[in-house]
């Protein structure tokens, strides 16, 4: 067993536990949740990390072909709901996941549910680039060859060739595909996370702050990225930029200490926030 | 606080009071760079002086007195029958050659006591030299072998200036008859130093003049090899589950507590258990280098775990969320991703591991590899001493000749340790320089 890992864990529980000994009752969801035709159905997930209650029973669907930004101050859960979807929170020792999340009506905690396949259709893209320490194309290549996905060598490298170019990153890297991933600039690297996740052609795509870490020019790249593969697939976005919210998602839903304040088309959110904690946070009253 | 701006004028900014304070840190700072050269310095001025009491003890054991014979391979004795046969080879009594030989170099010595003291020159070993020669090639029957044979040690003693020419003659090791011949001997050059090769190529022995590092050597190869082969993937295994797999719960808290004990355990203990077990209880048998590395095994196993756990936490968790998040199986990130960047750490802690083995004595003397055991061991089976043994074995030994080889054994130890370590640091340092 691993120990929480740096960044999404352990900043989730430590933050939480600051809150778990601020007096509240639970607060109830501002807006529609429930989409027409889900993807992914999530109903009172509660998370706890030991004895702390982390998430508070949530509620909310992720549609198809759909953009989901989820916004909030740190510590307030949403990438520990984040990693409920494709069950990484498994990794972390002491970290319980209840209520029902169904991806395509089938709930991912359910008994016969084995976690390989589906990480295999969730791809996830985290806050810090984690390229492995090999070549670019052994990167790329990785998840296709653990699953099987090809038959041979030409298979293998057209679907390596495709999907940095679905990623952006073909133009940048073409010449030197031997070389370690972990030379490339941060964007890059990031680019090449997200290459990697849909090399293995996952249904959703979770992405955990994926632009945290890089500058307006990369931030911007990987924008238009998500935009052009939410034609394709259903992306959920962890940011701390509302402004990246509002460019590129189609809902939103906005946390605060564990609890789902609002859920809401983004356009409506930003300029009308149906509850006061989400008018200070986007108004930058707090955060 | 009723007068701010008077406060604010008279306070020392803190700046002067930062500058104030830098004279007393640059001195601890310098106090603490004074201590740590002197500490380095005092481990340098112990290590030399170790190394130029071991160095200067050991060289001249490279050096072996020799005795050029002129031996006259009688037919009449080697092959009666006409044809030499393997068994009359084998069988004959080469004493006799060397003693004659000897002999026929001093004619005028003809009491019985003189012909003891002086065959007595020659090293017991030469006896199996000559036999050895001949038995290789049967041709040099009936022909006059020059053969340069081993003296004995206290000849070797003497010309290494080891022991006294002077003094009464009961109290020394060699007669004046004795120096008489060996100062002849010397002037006919029949007597020089040469390199000792024996010392490189031959097994234990009760005379000095024959002894040598080799059977140890093999013997603790074969130990070590055993060692190894079970250790590394107990340890890496054991590491990768307890670190990868494993449930934190009170039962690994305590098996991990139980590892970390396991590796202060004094190595006697090993011994022990080694004998009440596998020999006693198994029925093993006794100094065999394949106990000799289960015990090893034992005492090694938590060096290494310790060592692989400690390289498998470096490895960063984002290669494991990558990995995982893909969607690669836990064994499969395990194997694919986590194992290869940990390896250069295991490997580090599995050849200090290595090394600690090498050096072992008390644990391997519980199991009797303690014997005197002449023959080079062909295989894991075979009875053997290995170096620390042997160089305890020399050590105990009374012969002044002795003395150069256990010096020397232990440079031999030495060097097996150098390469060890240095290949732990070059493997580091390769791996880390992949990516």
Redesign the interface.
């Known amino acids: 067993?691993?120990?929480p890992?740096?960044g999404s864990g352990v900043k989730s529980a430590t933050g939480v536990h600051r809150a778990a000994t601020v007096p509240r009752e639970h607060r109830e969801t501002v807006g529609e949740v429930r989409v027409e035709n889900p993807r992914i159905r999530c109903s009172n997930v509660n998370v706890y990390y030991g004895e702390t209650h982390a998430v508070h029973n949530i509620n909310i669907d992720l549609g198809h072909n759909e953009i989901l930004a989820l916004i909030g101050p740190s510590g307030c859960g949403k990438t520990t709901f984040l990693r409920c979807m494709?069950r990484?929170n498994d990794?972390i020792?002491g970290c319980r996941v209840e209520g029902e999340i169904l991806v395509d009506g089938v709930d991912v905690n359910g008994p016969e549910i084995d976690v390989?396949?589906?990480?295999?259709?969730m791809?996830?893209?985290?806050q810090?680039p984690?390229?492995?320490?090999?070549s670019i194309f052994e990167n790329v290549a990785?998840?296709p060859r653990?699953?099987g996905l090809t038959a041979n060598k030409m298979e293998l490298e057209e679907i390596v060739v495709t999907s940095l170019q679905k990623a952006g990153l073909w133009a940048e890297v073409k010449d030197r595909l031997e070389e370690?991933g972990?030379?490339l600039s941060g964007g890059q690297q990031q680019r090449l996370?997200i290459a990697?996740?849909i090399a293995?052609q996952p249904e959703v795509i979770l992405m955990d702050e994926p632009c945290s870490a890089l500058d307006p020019i990369a931030t911007a790249t990987i924008e238009n990225l998500m935009v052009d593969l939410s034609q394709n697939y259903s992306i959920c976005i962890v940011t701390h930029s509302m402004q990246q919210a509002a460019r590129v998602s189609q809902r939103t839903a906005f946390f605060h200490l564990g609890d789902l304040i609002e859920v809401g088309e983004t356009n409506e959110l930003f300029i009308r926030p149906g509850h006061q904690l989400t008018e200070d946070y986007i108004t930058g009253r707090f955060g | 606080m009723d007068n701010p701006e008077n406060t604010a004028a008279n306070a020392r900014k803190p700046i002067d009071i930062i500058r104030a304070g830098m004279r007393r840190r640059r001195a601890a700072e310098t106090r603490f760079k004074l201590y740590g050269v002197a500490a380095i310095t005092a481990g340098l001025l112990f290590l030399a002086i170790l190394f130029i009491t071991i160095i200067g003890n050991a060289y001249t054991a490279f050096e072996q007195t020799k005795i050029q014979l002129d031996v006259y391979l009688d037919p009449a004795i080697l092959s009666p029958d006409g044809v030499p046969s393997s068994d009359a080879l084998s069988s004959a009594d080469y004493g006799r050659f060397v003693r004659d030989s000897i002999r026929s170099l001093f004619p005028a010595v003809e009491s019985r006591r003189d012909v003891r003291a002086l065959s007595a020159l020659v090293g017991r070993g030469a006896v199996y030299d000559l036999r050895e020669t001949v038995m290789a090639d049967p041709d040099l029957v009936g022909e006059t072998l020059k053969l340069w044979v081993p003296a004995d040690d206290d000849v070797d003693m003497l010309m290494k200036g080891h022991i006294e020419r002077e003094g009464s003659e009961d109290e020394r090791r060699l007669s004046d008859a004795q120096l008489g011949w060996i100062d002849q001997l010397q002037a006919d050059g029949r007597l020089e130093k040469r390199f000792n090769v024996d010392f490189f190529t031959n097994g234990d022995s009760r005379e000095p003049e024959s002894a040598g590092i080799w059977g140890a050597a093999v013997g603790s190869f074969y130990t070590l090899l055993v060692t190894l082969v079970l250790s590394f993937p107990l340890g890496v295994a054991a590491a990768v589950y307890l670190e990868e797999f494993a449930p934190q719960n009170r039962w690994t808290d305590i098996i991990e507590v139980n590892i970390n004990n396991l590796a202060a355990v004094p190595s006697i203990v090993f011994g022990l258990l080694g004998l009440a077990v596998f020999i006693n209880f198994f029925g093993l048998p006794r100094s065999v280098p394949l106990v000799g590395g289960l015990v090893l095994t034992l005492m090694t196993l938590p060096t290494i775990i310790i060592a692989s756990r400690a390289a498998l936490k470096s490895v960063p968790p984002s290669i494991r969320e990558a990995a995982l998040g893909v969607g690669a199986s836990p064994l499969q990130t395990v194997t694919m991703h986590v194992l290869p960047l940990a390896m250069p750490g295991m490997l580090t802690g599995t050849i200090i591991g290595m090394a600690q083995a090498l050096g072992e004595s008390a644990p391997l003397l519980m199991i009797g590899m303690v014997a005197f055991i002449v023959d080079i061991p062909e295989g894991v089976f075979d009875p053997a001493a290995v170096l620390p043994v042997q160089i305890f074995l020399w050590a105990d030994s009374p012969e002044r000749a002795f003395v150069e080889r256990t010096s020397a054994a232990i440079l031999v130890l030495l060097c097996f340790l150098i390469v060890m370590n240095a290949l732990a640091v070059l493997l580091r340092k390769r791996f880390e320089r992949r990516w």
């Open positions: 067993m691993q120990n890992p740096v494709n990484m990794t020792a390989v396949p589906l990480r295999a259709r791809g996830m893209v985290f810090k984690n390229p492995f320490p090999k990785f998840g653990i699953h370690p972990t030379g996370c990697r996740a293995v």
